[in-house]
T-cell receptor, first 114, second 115 residues
Framework: AQTVTQSQPEMSVQEAETVTLSCTYD???????LFWYKQPPSRQMILVIR??????QNATENRFSVNFQKAAKSFSLKISDSQLGDAAMYFC???????????FGKGTSLLVTP | DSGVTQTPKHLITATGQRVTLRCSPR?????VYWYQQSLDQGLQFLIQ???????AKGNILERFSAQQFPDLHSELNLSSLELGDSALYFC??????????????FGPGTRLTVL
């Protein structure tokens, strides 16, 4: 089974600054999907961004972008111009091309300070 | 709002009891997934249904079962409950699990507390 590792249990960033959350994964597959989900205090799981492994170009969604390093099996999330509403748990997730389940990391708790 | 609904929001019950969690997928989504989020195990995939048929199974206990009905809503049945079953149970839905652009959208979850 694929393993997803988020090595930073907690991170802190000041409002308007940039923060990068790390994620590494272990797989023998060549094609797969990667996701970042956000879980605010409301506990709702919200999709932030997705990346297909066969695409070299890093995905971007407004202030959120990823740095996908396929050879290094690394998938980090960069949040620019951080806002108070970005405070949440962030989960990195892996999905096989042939599978259906999302395989989640343990999460990183992001604190945004004024 | 993802469009996925789950009921009830909270459930408190005793050990040994049986409960049913309900999920309605987004309009047009044929696939439903169940996940369990607990402090010690994190977020774990339990089971997936597609148009009424079971498609994939994860770390689902034998005491747990699920089904998807013709109207596409799904129910997760948990029986002989133990203290360790206390968790947040999420339902997610997606349109077409086999497609490149398929994305799972999550419901608000059901918080189960077993006393």
């Amino acid at each position: 089974a694929q393993t997803v590792t988020q090595s930073q249990p907690e991170m802190s960033v000041q409002e308007a600054e940039t923060v990068t959350l790390s994620c590494t994964y272990d797989t023998s597959e060549s094609d797969y999907y990667l996701f970042w989900y956000k879980q605010p205090p409301s506990r709702q799981m919200i999709l932030v961004i997705r990346q297909e492994a066969y695409k070299q170009q890093n995905a971007t969604e407004n202030r959120f972008s990823v740095n996908f390093q396929k050879a290094a099996k690394s998938f980090s999330l960069k949040i620019s111009d951080s806002q108070l509403g970005d405070a949440a748990m962030y989960f990195c997730a892996y999905r096989s091309l042939s599978g259906y389940a999302l395989n989640f990391g343990k999460g990183t708790s992001l604190l945004v300070t004024p | 709002d993802s469009g996925v609904t789950q009921t009830p929001k909270h459930l408190i019950t005793a050990t040994g009891q049986r409960v049913t969690l309900r999920c309605s997928p987004r309009s047009g989504d044929l696939s439903v997934y169940w996940y369990q989020q607990s402090l010690d195990q994190g977020l774990q995939f339990l089971i997936q249904y597609y148009n009424g048929e079971e498609r994939a199974k994860g770390n689902i206990l034998e005491r747990f079962s699920a089904q998807q009905f013709p109207d596409l809503h799904s129910e997760l049945n948990l029986s002989s409950l133990e203290l360790g079953d206390s968790a947040l149970y999420f339902c997610a839905s997606s349109v077409d699990p086999g497609s490149f652009t398929d994305t799972q959208y999550f419901g608000p979850g059901t918080r189960l507390t077993v006393l």
